[in-house]
């Protein structure tokens, strides 16, 4: 209240069992759910940034074993963002630093090569990837969602008339082809249309999101389409977790068109018995664990594959037998020198078949003489 130029705010006074409420001073902050909330959203990123980064670095150098520094991450340091992507609107430039940084660290301690593809750090451990969090696809994810319940919000028709009006005038004043606002979302940018720096808005994120996850919205039928799966609004709880598995099929298909380093994901990645180990380490030891990443990666220091990372490596022949090429298929399963430890192996596989067979299958033959 006041008069003329000079503005005189009364502090609120608020009582609960007696006690009086603080009012919240300029540029002050409050926490929700542990989350500091306040007026100056850019100190708060800036400061969950330094806080998620430490806690990585923390379990990174922890003696933790190299899965459980994974499964910390996922489940102590990630959600500590799940509130601030949920109900701010961070940058992707922003997500991406993160996710750089994050990178780096797990390669660093978890001892792979700088060359390691990133499809592999962000793919399904049931696919034999790490499951690194990935904070940029969070923000897609987050985006898509919360539009999906803004434009069809059941019971609260003002929320609905809000959203379709700020959509369709984003897609008027984007669009220079005049699209529908159901075209402008699920189409990618074209030749006809550009940054115009004239408006900013959520749906123009949502369609970038959209793109990222290769899903669609169908306005009309208040459904969203990902893949071959169509979700409608009594599915909608179940938006999030399909998106997300969309990102992972993504990376996935990445890793496996990867000349050098997707070769055996193919094999592997058909069924998760074969990568069961992969979050619990369970039937490894610490080097195994370590060696079999390198190993379906790759990534093992052969002369061919030091060659193809650029290294200079005069003589590709291998060092145990001259033979024409030191590649990883022939050290593991051909080389002569290791006959005796090749068939160790074999017969070791064969053992543990033999044992997992219950005996009222049938019978076994064992150590017959093949013709």
């Known amino acids: 209240?006041?008069?003329g130029k000079r503005q005189r705010v009364d502090k609120p006074q608020p009582m609960i069992a007696g006690e009086r409420i603080p009012a919240l001073p300029w540029e002050?902050?409050?926490?929700?759910?542990?989350?500091?909330r306040g007026a100056d959203p850019k100190s708060d990123l800036t400061q969950a940034t330094k806080v998620y980064l430490d806690d990585c670095?923390?379990?990174f150098e922890s003696d933790l074993t190299d899965w459980q520094k994974l499964d910390a991450i996922k489940r102590f340091a990630r959600p500590r963002l799940t509130y601030l992507l949920q109900n701010m609107e961070p940058s992707i430039s922003w997500a991406t630093s993160i996710d750089r940084e994050t990178r780096s660290l797990a390669k660093k301690h978890l001892k792979l090569p700088r060359r390691t593809v990133t499809p592999f750090l962000y793919s399904s451990t049931r696919a034999g990837g790490l499951g690194l969090p990935?904070?940029?696809?969070?923000?897609?994810l987050f985006r898509i969602s919360t539009a999906y319940k803004v434009l069809f919000a059941q019971g609260d028709n003002q929320l609905q008339d809000i959203a379709n009006s700020a959509l369709n005038k984003?897609?008027?004043i984007r669009s220079r082809n005049q699209k529908s606002a159901q075209?402008?979302?699920n189409d990618p940018a074209d030749p006809g249309e550009g940054k115009r720096g004239?408006?900013?808005?959520?749906?123009?994120?949502?369609r970038a999101s959209l793109h990222h996850c290769r899903a669609e919205l169908h306005l009309q039928n208040r459904t969203i389409t990902c893949g071959e799966v169509t979700l409608g609004w009594d599915k909608r709880r179940f938006i999030t977790s399909l998106l997300r598995d969309t990102v992972q099929s993504q990376y996935l298909e990445k890793w496996k068109r990867c000349s050098d380093q997707g070769r055996v994901v193919t094999c592997t990645s058909a069924h998760p018995a074969s990568n069961h180990w992969v979050p619990t380490g369970r039937y490894t030891s610490f080097g195994e664990y370590r060696f079999a990443f390198k190993a379906r990666l790759n990534l093992l220091p052969t002369r061919t594959s030091r060659h193809r990372a650029g290294e200079p490596v005069p003589d590709r022949s291998c060092r145990r037998c001259n033979a024409e090429q030191e590649t990883l298929a022939h050290v593991m399963n051909h080389?002569?020198?290791h006959v005796g430890l090749l068939r160790k192996r074999h017969n070791n596989i064969l053992v543990r078949l033999s044992r997992a067979i219950p005996a009222w299958r049938g019978r076994q033959d064992k150590e017959q003489v093949v013709p």
């Not at 990935?134 to 897609?140: F, G, L, P, R």
């Not at 004239?198 to 949502?206: E, F, Y």
């Open 198 to 206: 004239d408006i900013t808005s959520l749906w123009s994120g949502v």
């Open 28 to 36: 002050g902050h409050y926490k929700y759910l542990g989350c500091k």
């Open 170 to 172: 984003t897609a008027e």
């Open 1 to 3: 209240r006041g008069s």
């Open 183 to 185: 075209d402008f979302l």
């Open 57 to 59: 670095k923390i379990i």
């Open 335 to 337: 080389c002569p020198s």
């Open 134 to 140: 990935n904070i940029e696809d969070k923000i897609h």
